[in-house]
């Protein structure tokens, strides 16, 4: 019996930690956890849970992700910068793609892939990315998830601030005290993203 090898990727970003597990092109384990600033205990559950479920296979790693630098000479991995992951994985299995957008947890990303391959990051503040969607949802008493449902029903938009999460709080607590709904003011974080 022949023996192939998956390939396992892990992601370390600001909040979170990703784990795919791939074999022959399809996805056999996949995690995804906050880490809560504790990066070592939040991988070693990771890599637990992947061992639990997966058994004693062979796999080739390779780590990315703003946090994963550290963990890639602490584990003896090769690492890859995350724009330059996500753009070779856009590139090969969805080629047809014009433009990937990437919203990590502190920081977002854009990569045009027509003419020229151009990317484009924000600077200066966390608006439009992980983060900013999770102090959003929080204002309305859900989770990313319970936005995506809650705006699935919205009949009106606001303009909310995208370029800092401090102003558009400043936006959306006016509408939750006026009445807002809040199908509306989910509808209306995505818009401004």
């Known amino acids: 019996m022949k023996t192939t090898t998956s390939k396992m990727g892990l992601d370390i970003g600001s909040t979170t930690v990703k784990c795919t597990v791939m074999n022959q092109g399809n996805v056999i384990f996949s995690y995804y956890e906050r880490h809560m600033s504790d990066i070592t205990e939040a991988v070693a559950t990771m890599l637990k849970a992947a061992y639990d479920e997966l058994g004693d296979i062979n796999v080739t790693v390779c780590v990315t992700g703003s946090g994963g630098m550290s963990v890639s000479k602490w584990l003896g991995l090769p690492f890859v910068q995350e724009v330059i992951a996500a753009s070779t994985a856009v590139k090969e299995l969805i080629p047809q793609t014009d433009v990937a957008i990437e919203l990590g947890g502190e920081d977002a990303k854009i990569t045009?892939?027509?003419?020229?391959?151009?990317?484009?990051?924000?600077?200066?503040?966390?608006?439009?990315?992980?983060?900013?969607?999770?102090?959003?949802?929080?204002?309305?008493?859900?989770?990313?998830?319970?936005?995506?449902?809650?705006?699935?029903?919205?009949?009106?938009?606001?303009?909310?601030?995208?370029?800092?999460?401090?102003?558009?709080?400043?936006?959306?607590?006016?509408?939750?005290?006026?009445?807002?709904?809040?199908?509306?003011?989910?509808?209306?974080?995505?818009?401004?993203?």
């Open 112 to 193: 045009y892939f027509s003419g020229s391959t151009e990317q484009r990051m924000n600077g200066t503040c966390a608006g439009g990315t992980g983060a900013f969607i999770d102090q959003m949802a929080s204002l309305l008493q859900t989770d990313a998830l319970g936005l995506n449902d809650l705006a699935a029903g919205a009949t009106n938009v606001y303009d909310i601030a995208a370029r800092c999460g401090v102003f558009a709080k400043s936006d959306i607590q006016p509408l939750i005290n006026e009445g807002a709904a809040r199908e509306d003011i989910a509808a209306s974080v995505f818009q401004a993203v």
